[in-house]
C-alpha cells in the first residue's frame, strides 16, 4: 500500500478544513437517522459503569455537565452543536434549566422540535439553525454554555471557542462575562505519537470517518481556550484510568460487542452497534436501497460509519484518542477584548 507523503497528507488536512461546514452539514444529513437508530437521541460516548443500562450511562454523562455548570431554573443556557438534542432535553430535565441548541443542520433542527414536543419538553428546550463559528444572538444572551462531543468539527478550536467566548465593548454575544463553558472534547492523548505511522492511520481514519477537519491534542485544546481569552477551571480525561476505573467497561464497548455481556439489553445494544450487528445492517440497507426503500447514499454512510467506528475501537484500545476530554472554563467578568487568533493550532 502506498504511504502519503507528509505533503500529501498536510493537503487533505488543510481541504477538509476549507470544506468544514458544507462537509459536516453533508455528512449529517446522511447518517442522522443511522445514529438514530444505533445510538438513540444522544450522539455520543458516555463512562460505561458496569450493571447500568446504556440510557442510564449516557443520561448520566450529560447531567454530569449540568452539575458541574451549576445550571438551576431560571438560567438560559445554549448547547453547542447539540445534534437531535437528546443531551439538552436530559439535562433540562434534571437542572430545570431552559436550554436553546443551536445546529447547522436542518434536518436535526427538525427532529429537536419534534422530541421536544413529543416529550412536552418544548417549554424548556429548542433549537436554532445556525453557524457556531458565526452565532447571532443578542447581547448578554446565555448564562452558561456546554458542548457535547460536537466543537471538534470546527476547522481550528480558536475559532469556535472565540465565538463562544466572544467579548466586544458593551457587547457580549454568547456568554455573559463571570459565567463557564463546559464540555466534551474529542482530542488524541500523549499516547499518540504523530511520527508513528500506525497512530497516524487510526487517527485519520477516526477523521474520515466522522467528519472531522482535524483532531487536536489535549494540550492544544486547553491552550486554544487560554488563547482566546477563558480561564481553565477545572479539566480531566474521563476515559482514563481512575480509581473507580475497575466499575467500568471500556467507553468503546458499545462497538467492539462487549457492552453487557450476557444481558438482554447487551444483545440488543451489541446488535445495533458491535461489528455483527454493524455487518447485517449494511446488507439490510444496501437491499432497501436498491429496491427503493432507503434514500440513495445511505448504504455508502453506513460504510464511512463502520470505517470511523473500527479505529475508534482501535484508538480507543491503544488510549490514543479520547472522545471524553472534560473541561469548565470561565469568561473572566472584566474580559479584555482580543482579536480573534490566527490558526496556530495545525500539529506539523
Not at 507523503?5 to 481541504?15: Q, R, T
Not at 447531567?63 to 432535553?89: F, T
Not at 477523521?207 to 477537519?213: I, P, R, T, V
Not at 444481558?263 to 445494544?269: A, F, K, P, T
Request: one cysteine or more; hydrophobic letters at 40%.
Amino acid at each position: 500500500m502506498a504511504v502519503k507523503k507528509p505533503e500529501e497528507d498536510s493537503a487533505a488536512i488543510e481541504k477538509r478544513k476549507d470544506n468544514a461546514t458544507v462537509m459536516t452539514n453533508y455528512y449529517y444529513d446522511l447518517v442522522t437517522d443511522l445514529y438514530e437508530y444505533g445510538w438513540g437521541e444522544s450522539f455520543h460516548f458516555g463512562r460505561m459503569f458496569r450493571g447500568d443500562s446504556f440510557a442510564h450511562n449516557i443520561a448520566r454523562h450529560e447531567c454530569y455537565l449540568g452539575m458541574r455548570l451549576g445550571l438551576r431554573p431560571g438560567m438560559k443556557v445554549l448547547d453547542v452543536g447539540c445534534g437531535v438534542g437528546g443531551p439538552m432535553r436530559e439535562i433540562a430535565k434534571f437542572t430545570g434549566a431552559s436550554i436553546v441548541g443551536i445546529n447547522n443542520n436542518a434536518y436535526q433542527v427538525e427532529r429537536c422540535g419534534y422530541y421536544g414536543k413529543k416529550y412536552a419538553l418544548d417549554q424548556l428546550t429548542s433549537a436554532v439553525k445556525g453557524n457556531f463559528l458565526d452565532m447571532q444572538f443578542e447581547a448578554q444572551t446565555f448564562d452558561a454554555v456546554y458542548s457535547v462531543e460536537a466543537t471538534c468539527h470546527a476547522p481550528v478550536l480558536q475559532e469556535v471557542y472565540g465565538e463562544i467566548f466572544r467579548h466586544q465593548p458593551l457587547i457580549s454575544r454568547v456568554l455573559k462575562p463571570g459565567q463557564c463553558y463546559s464540555g466534551y472534547e474529542w482530542c488524541t492523548t500523549d499516547d499518540y505519537d504523530e511520527s508513528n505511522a500506525e497512530h497516524k492511520r487510526i487517527v485519520r481514519a477516526i477523521e474520515e470517518g466522522d467528519s472531522l477537519a482535524h483532531m487536536y491534542s489535549i494540550s492544544e485544546c486547553l491552550q486554544a481556550m487560554k488563547d482566546v481569552g477563558f480561564e481553565v477551571l477545572e479539566y480531566a480525561d474521563l476515559a482514563a484510568p481512575h480509581p473507580g476505573s475497575d466499575a467500568l467497561d471500556p467507553w468503546y464497548s458499545t462497538l467492539d460487542g462487549t457492552f453487557g455481556k450476557g444481558s438482554l439489553e447487551g444483545m440488543v445494544i451489541n446488535f445495533r452497534m458491535a461489528p455483527t450487528g454493524r455487518w447485517i445492517t449494511d446488507h439490510m440497507l444496501s437491499l432497501f436501497e436498491m429496491i427503493g426503500l432507503a434514500p440513495k447514499g445511505i448504504n455508502t454512510a453506513h460504510h464511512v460509519l463502520l470505517k470511523a467506528a473500527e479505529n475508534l475501537v482501535l484508538g480507543g484500545k491503544m488510549h490514543l484518542f479520547t472522545p471524553m476530554f472534560f473541561f469548565v472554563a470561565r469568561k473572566p467578568l472584566n474580559a479584555p477584548e482580543r482579536p480573534r487568533p490566527a490558526n496556530t493550532m495545525y500539529a506539523k
